[in-house]
């Protein structure tokens, strides 16, 4: 006859008293193993990303696939387990990652509300654009201080703020810092996460 250890017997039993806790909580395990067979993402392609939202640099794993009318689906969106930086786990603004890309909330045209209004109007590029253009231009031009109370030379805008989105690449930080200096604004601020 086979010698039970004290080692199996713990073994065994957890394994029994789990397996029926599970089945009386309702969990069907024939099904959950049937279901991790034929997870949404087997068979597709893998291919790795960096969150876009902080200088942290979470790594992504991003799981995409051929379908049948040629078109690129992406399945899923997850921490990269093997990157040193964040060893598969996202906070919960990369968890959103995906988001970016399929959410059906998300803003594709720029929106407008003129002063007073209560509503949202859809407008071009070029309508934007030029309004933040004229926009910083009389600001600029209304709010140009070239000395302070003291009488010292400052030469800086004090109407104009600038703040920087968390998902601005060194470059762009970079760049917009010095557009913003060019200006004289004084007041720069960046967004890391939130
Ligand atoms: S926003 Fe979150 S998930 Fe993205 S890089 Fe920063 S810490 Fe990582």
């Known amino acids: 006859m086979a010698t039970l250890t004290r080692r199996d017997f713990i073994k065994w039993t957890g394994v029994g008293a789990g397996t029926l806790a599970l089945s009386e909580l309702g969990f069907d395990l024939a099904q959950a193993y049937s279901v991790r067979q034929t997870l949404r993402i087997a068979g597709a392609t893998q291919a790795h990303s960096v969150c876009p939202y902080c200088a ?3 790594s992504l794993l991003a799981y ?4 049948a009318d040629g078109t690129t689906r992406l399945l899923q969106i997850e921490g990269d387990p093997d990157s040193p930086v964040n060893e598969g ?3 919960p603004k990369g968890a959103t990652a995906m988001d970016l890309a399929i959410s059906t909330r998300r803003v594709e045209r720029p929106l407008y ?4 209004a209560s509503t949202w109007q859809t407008v071009s590029w070029d309508y934007v654009l030029d309004k933040i253009a004229q926009n910083i231009k009389a600001t600029r ?3 140009f201080v070239t000395t302070d109370a003291a009488g010292n030379i400052v030469n800086r805008c004090e109407g104009m703020a600038f703040a920087g989105g968390a998902a601005f690449s060194s470059e762009e ?5 010095k557009v913003m200096r060019g200006l004289g604004a004084v007041y720069l601020e960046q967004q890391a996460r939130v």
Do not use: H, I, Q, S
């Open 113 to 116: 509300r003129a002063p007073g």
């Open 89 to 91: 786990r996202l906070c």
């Open 173 to 177: 930080g970079y760049f917009a810092t």
């Open 56 to 58: 942290v640099g979470c």
């Open 141 to 143: 031009d209304r709010t």
């Open 64 to 67: 995409t696939r051929k379908e």
